[in-house]
Nanobody, 120 residues
Framework: QVRLVESGGGLVQPGGSLRLSCVAS????????VGWYRQAPGKQRELVAE???????NSQDSLKGRFTISRDNAKNTVSLQMNDLNPEDTAAYYC??????????????WGQGTQVTVSS
């Protein structure tokens, strides 16, 4: 059974920090691009950051410097360190794993999400 289980969300004051974690199981984690997306009420889901199987990081330009993604293939985890949070960061954050290749097929897995609320 494929599972992506997020944790670490919650309520935090503006300027605070949170660290989100995602534990994966049921697939070959090391071969996938893994990352984090977020979706605020009334808005489309957007990429926060991801790390490819080759170790390359992609992230939203506006979040660079505040958010840092990391993956640990030995533990099948991907984490997101979020600093200097502001109310605009309030959203449901989703862990994602995906893989597309000519010889390996197509895969796209999602976690259930964890809520991050930034408010005084």
């Amino acid at each position: 059974q494929v599972r992506l289980v997020e944790s670490g969300g919650g309520l935090v004051q503006p300027g605070g920090s949170l660290r989100l974690s995602c534990v994966a199981s049921g697939f070959t984690f090391v071969a996938f691009t893994v990352g984090w997306y977020r979706q605020a009420p009334g808005k489309q889901r957007e990429l926060v950051a991801e790390v490819t199987a080759a170790g390359r990081t992609n992230s939203q330009d506006s979040l660079k410097g505040r958010f840092t993604i990391s993956r640990d293939n030995a533990k099948n985890t991907v984490s997101l360190q979020m600093n200097d949070l502001n109310p605009e960061d309030t959203a449901a954050y989703y862990c994602n794993a995906n893989r597309v290749g000519q010889f390996v097929g197509k895969y796209d897995y999602w976690g259930q999400g964890t809520q991050v609320t930034v408010s005084s």
